[in-house]
């Protein structure tokens, strides 16, 4: 298991240590959890929470790794040198064996350098692996250069402090036992164990008292590099809350902590501008007072709905200031949670709209205005334009009656004398020539252009039981069954822009129904339309 694994998972010998992990266990989970702090791991490494180790910390046993990897390469250059230069020449060296150990040691120190495998495996099995290779080689190199004259016997010392850095504290005396048992057990089968049995105990006490050592100074290194660790924590943890006041403290919102049983426990400075009370003032006392009287039902929901883990958003209600005037206050209200999940407090989010809704009334009588502006516009256009048309050809028509009356033989004069001898009705003249203007207009535009011998428009006056009826009859193109519900609408019109408002079917049934009649309309598409106004005989 890596060395730094092991900050997380055992305590060396020693108090100090075993004090700094229980601190690192009794951290806050966000204080403690440094991955967030460390960033994404590096292209291509391993998943090291899955062993529950932090990155930071996985940095730091890569470090480590990385160090012992090059100590590894420049004791093998020192062992060549050494070798070389003193001991190839004795008769109980193996050359090919040593030449041997020396490529592979130099090919895995430089795949280990470079490569950097406990970065694509798991800690846990490279710390394994290495430890393992490296006891191996040392053995091997022991049995090439000598056995027990060999002077590379001193690299069973650093095994053991190798072996503490990298295992918890029992793995590491159950490796340095079977390092000198290796060690012992390669000298019986070389025959030199009985012989120098005082120097191999000599050696191997050697041996456990560097094991000791390495534990020790992994106590310490744990130790330190733990309170680094926590006291980094800790100061990004109150960096962040500090960062988070300020933002709260300089919304552009009004922000309320409220205590699981409604009342003021904090809230940011633009609060206190909107209400008016300093944080003081208000601490302590119902959040009901933020609102106008009429809405306090209405705070006490809130508080349920919210202690109960609902979300309350987009809540329009009336809020009250320290001197009594009410505004417009816009609430969002959301549960405060532990780190267990219960519901611990009540945030309120709250923003001043009294300008909005200002804004939004006068908005809404300006279009108003702008209809009725609209409206009346299109009126006089409809009353005042076409007026005087229709007047001189209805004073046209009377003229031609006369002339027809004074010329005319008696039958002929009969018939058109029954035409105009109709009932009174009781009506504005103004106003019957303005439905009349509307209806004759409204049959000229259905009318298309071109073959006038086809088409016409017929006009006819005549009595109704008790009403006068008034038809106008055309030939045009007729309005569909659809579209025939809607013609009275006001700015409905199926004609192109320009051509009509909307407004003149729409005055005609105004008209109308003020005069106590009715319009009625039969058409048929692509046979024509008649109009027919019902209006009450006068008494």
Same mark, same amino acid.
């Given at each position: 298991?890596?060395?730094?694994?092991?900050?997380?998972?055992?305590?060396?010998?020693?108090?100090?240590?075993?004090?700094?992990?229980?601190?690192?266990?009794?951290?806050?989970?966000?204080?403690?959890?440094?991955?967030?702090?460390?960033?994404?791991?590096?292209?291509?490494? =391993?998943?090291?929470?899955?062993?529950?180790?932090?990155?930071?910390?996985?940095?730091?046993?890569?470090?480590?790794?990385?160090?012992?990897?090059?100590?590894?390469?420049?004791?093998?250059?020192?062992?060549?040198?050494?070798?070389?230069?003193?001991?190839?020449?004795?008769?109980?060296?193996? $050359?090919?064996?040593?030449?041997?150990?020396?490529?592979?040691?130099?090919?895995?120190?430089?795949?280990?350098?470079?490569?950097? $495998?406990?970065?694509?495996?798991?800690?846990?099995?490279?710390?394994?692996?290495?430890?393992?290779?490296?006891?191996?080689?040392?053995?091997?190199?022991?049995? =090439?250069?000598?056995?027990?004259?060999?002077?590379?016997?001193?690299?069973?010392?650093?095994? $053991?402090?190798?072996?503490?850095?990298?295992?918890?504290?029992?793995?590491?005396?159950?490796?340095?036992?079977?390092?000198?048992?290796?060690?012992?057990?390669?000298?019986?089968?070389?025959?030199?164990?009985?012989?120098?049995?005082?120097?191999?105990?000599?050696?191997?006490?050697?041996?456990?008292?560097?094991?000791?050592?390495?534990?020790?100074?992994?106590?310490?290194?744990?130790?330190?590099?733990?309170?680094?660790?926590?006291?980094?924590?800790?100061?990004?943890?109150?960096?962040?809350?500090?960062?988070?006041?300020?933002?709260?403290?300089?919304?552009?919102?009004?922000?309320?902590?409220?205590?699981?049983?409604?009342?003021?426990?904090?809230?940011?400075?633009?609060?206190?501008?909107?209400?008016?009370?300093?944080?003081?003032?208000?601490?302590?006392?119902?959040?009901?007072?933020?609102?106008?009287?009429?809405?306090?039902?209405? =705070?006490?929901?809130?508080?349920?709905?919210?202690?109960?883990?609902?979300?309350?958003?987009?809540?329009?209600?009336?809020?009250?200031?320290?001197?009594?005037?009410?505004?417009?206050?816009?609430?969002?209200?959301?549960?405060?949670?532990?780190?267990?999940?219960?519901?611990?407090?009540?945030?309120?989010?709250?923003?001043?709209?009294?300008?909005?809704?200002?804004?939004?009334?006068?908005?809404?009588?300006?279009?108003?205005?702008?209809?009725?502006?609209?409206?009346?516009?299109?009126?006089?256009?409809?009353?005042?334009?076409?007026?005087?048309?229709?007047?001189?050809?209805?004073?046209?028509?009377?003229?031609?009656?006369?002339?027809?009356? =004074?010329?005319?033989?008696?039958?002929?004069?009969?018939?058109?004398?029954?035409?105009?001898?109709?009932?009174?009705?009781?009506?504005?003249?103004?106003?019957?020539?303005?439905?009349?203007?509307?209806?004759?207009?409204?049959?000229?535009?259905?009318?298309?252009?071109?073959?006038?011998?086809?088409?016409?428009?017929?006009?006819?006056?005549?009595?109704?039981?008790?009403?006068?009826?008034?038809?106008?009859?055309?030939?045009?193109?007729?309005?569909?069954?659809?579209?025939?519900?809607?013609?009275?609408?006001?700015?409905?019109?199926?004609?192109?822009?320009?051509?009509?408002?909307?407004?003149?079917?729409?005055?005609?049934?105004?008209?109308?129904?003020?005069?106590?009649?009715?319009?009625?309309?039969?058409?048929?598409?692509?046979?024509?339309?008649?109009?027919?106004?019902?209006? $009450?005989?006068?008494?």
């Amino acid at each position: 298991m890596d060395f730094h694994y092991a900050m997380l998972q055992y305590a060396p010998t020693g108090r100090g240590s075993r004090d700094s992990l229980d601190r690192w266990r009794g951290m806050a989970a966000d204080e403690r959890d440094t991955t967030k702090y460390a960033g994404p791991a590096p292209a291509g490494g =391993a998943d090291v929470r899955r062993e529950g180790l932090p990155v930071a910390l996985a940095e730091k046993a890569f470090a480590a790794e990385r160090r012992l990897a090059g100590l590894r390469l420049v004791v093998m250059i020192c062992n060549s040198i050494l070798y070389f230069a003193f001991i190839a020449r004795r008769p109980e060296t193996s $050359p090919v064996l040593a030449n041997a150990i020396i490529v592979s040691a130099f090919a895995y120190g430089i795949y280990v350098l470079i490569a950097e $495998p406990y970065r694509r495996y798991p800690v846990l099995m490279t710390g394994y692996l290495v430890s393992t290779a490296d006891s191996v080689a040392t053995l091997l190199w022991i049995d =090439a250069t000598g056995g027990v004259r060999s002077p590379f016997y001193l690299l069973l010392v650093l095994l $053991p402090v190798g072996a503490a850095y990298r295992h918890r504290a029992g793995e590491a005396i159950l490796a340095t036992a079977l390092f000198a048992t290796s060690y012992a057990g390669l000298l019986a089968l070389r025959g030199e164990l009985e012989a120098n049995l005082a120097e191999v105990a000599t050696r191997t006490v050697y041996i456990f008292i560097a094991a000791a050592i390495g534990l020790l100074m992994a106590r310490e290194i744990v130790a330190q590099a733990v309170e680094r660790l926590q006291l980094a924590a800790r100061a990004r943890a109150e960096d962040a809350r500090l960062r988070l006041a300020a933002i709260v403290d300089s919304s552009a919102d009004a922000i309320v902590g409220l205590l699981p049983d409604g009342s003021v426990e904090s809230w940011n400075a633009r609060a206190a501008e909107v209400f008016g009370w300093s944080l003081d003032e208000v601490r302590g006392k119902p959040a009901a007072i933020l609102l106008s009287p009429g809405y306090w039902d209405v =705070a006490t929901d809130i508080l349920r709905r919210v202690r109960g883990g609902e979300l309350v958003e987009q809540l329009e209600t009336m809020g009250v200031r320290k001197d009594g005037r009410v505004f417009n206050l816009a609430l969002v209200a959301s549960p405060i949670r532990d780190a267990a999940g219960a519901v611990s407090g009540i945030a309120l989010i709250g923003r001043d709209v009294t300008e909005r809704k200002q804004l939004e009334a006068r908005l809404l009588v300006s279009e108003r205005m702008a209809s009725l502006g609209t409206l009346a516009a299109g009126i006089a256009h409809e009353v005042n334009n076409p007026l005087a048309y229709v007047t001189a050809n209805l004073e046209f028509v009377i003229g031609r009656l006369r002339e027809a009356d =004074a010329s005319a033989q008696g039958g002929r004069t009969s018939e058109l004398v029954q035409c105009v001898d109709v009932p009174k009705v009781q009506a504005n003249e103004a106003q019957l020539a303005q439905v009349a203007l509307n209806l004759i207009m409204n049959a000229v535009q259905s009318i298309p252009e071109g073959d006038p011998a086809r088409h016409e428009i017929r006009i006819e006056t005549r009595r109704s039981g008790d009403r006068v009826a008034i038809e106008i009859r055309d030939t045009g193109s007729g309005i569909s069954e659809e579209v025939r519900g809607r013609i009275f609408d006001p700015y409905f019109t199926t004609k192109p822009v320009g051509t009509g408002t909307g407004l003149g079917l729409s005055v005609c049934h105004s008209i109308v129904t003020l005069l106590g009649g009715e319009i009625e309309v039969e058409s048929e598409v692509g046979h024509g339309s008649l109009f027919r106004v019902l209006l $009450p005989i006068a008494k």
